[in-house]
């Protein structure tokens, strides 16, 4: 495990597929010094089969650092558990929460939820295999299956199997009929479930996912778990991290946006040059950093221009950003 002091997991940005990727999680290490952030879903033939530095590669500055996992074999994860070590992650963190008919062929996501045994072997073969921390993420119950009782049983036997962390998506995933973005928004959150796990399991640390954007709701919700995860807000409005680290991390943490700027042509120009990559594949992820400031839509557009972003100058950030830069710093020294 790494020798870094870790932050308790007060704040967590979610794993999402296509967008939490190295480059997405450097940008918001920049805006939340303390949140956790995971890795988009692996799966374990991914790794076992597949280009395994294009999967793992990240960098130094993004501690702490989850890789998340799909997969259902014992043995596969436990290797896989051994990679991520090897490569230096925080956290294995295993996926069963995900609807999607593609993840439902391979067998895991959110149908483990109803296999919670086989759930408890693949922690405890994955705790055998590592030193770091194993968790879960998962719903609260499968299709029409609302009953506190299924999600109870679920956590306390896959807590027998040393697993210590669940993040609760606090919304049922129907396994038939609804799409992965239907899923995340049609069934009903209901958060009193996370919140009763944590007084059920006092013992483990209980975070909470699903729905959470604005401030006041999100500080609400952390008094009643141990932290929470946000997902499609934090990537959207990314500015928005930064008022979550001030209110669930860090009281002073008061970040200017030119700063942030800064810092992503930086790290542009240095994976330009260290590794080839595109600018397109860095900025894709910062088009939500100016909402809501004059100016907002040229940056967005600058930055989305295929024409642009041919020549793939890091400086294109600084020229973006120009078209919001003076009123930014304004509200900066207002703040």
Request: aromatic share 6%; proline share 6%.
């Amino acid at each position: 495990m790494n020798a870094i002091a870790l932050p308790p997991r007060r704040l967590s940005v979610a794993p999402m597929l296509d967008w939490t990727d190295r480059h997405c999680r450097h940008f918001h290490r920049l805006l939340a010094p303390h949140a956790w952030l995971y890795t988009e879903m692996v799966t374990t033939g991914a790794l076992l089969h597949g280009d395994v530095p294009r999967h793992l590669r990240f960098g130094e500055a993004e501690h702490p650092v989850a890789l998340q996992l799909g997969g259902s074999e014992p043995a596969d994860l436990a290797r896989c558990a051994q990679l991520a070590e090897a490569w230096g992650y925080d956290e294995v963190n295993l996926n069963c929460g995900c609807p999607s008919e593609r993840v439902q062929r391979g067998a895991f996501g959110a149908c483990l939820m109803n296999e919670p045994q086989l759930v408890a072997d693949c922690v405890a073969a994955m705790r055998d295999a590592t030193r770091l921390p194993v968790t879960v993420k998962h719903r609260i119950g499968i299709d029409q299956i609302e009953h506190y009782d299924f999600v109870r049983e679920f956590v306390a036997t896959v807590a027998a199997a040393g697993c210590g962390t669940f993040i609760v998506h606090a919304r049922n995933a129907w396994l038939q009929g609804l799409s992965p973005k239907e899923n995340r928004e049609i069934p009903p959150l209901r958060y009193e479930v996370a919140h009763q796990l944590k007084r059920d399991f006092p013992q483990l640390e209980i975070l909470l996912n699903g729905g959470l954007a604005r401030t006041a709701d999100i500080i609400e919700q952390a008094q009643s778990v141990d932290g929470v995860m946000i997902g499609r807000e934090a990537y959207h409005n990314p500015w928005a991290l930064a008022e979550w680290e001030r209110a669930l991390c860090d009281a002073g943490w008061q970040p200017e946006r030119r700063a942030i700027i800064d810092g992503m042509v930086d790290y542009a120009a240095r994976e330009a040059s260290e590794h080839g990559t595109p600018l397109r594949a860095i900025v894709r992820h910062m088009l939500g950093f100016a909402n809501g400031l004059p100016g907002a839509k040229s940056f967005r557009r600058m930055l989305s221009d295929p024409a642009l972003l041919r020549d793939a100058r890091p400086a294109l950030i600084l020229d973006a950003w120009a078209q919001v830069g003076t009123r930014a710093g304004a509200l900066d020294e207002a703040a």
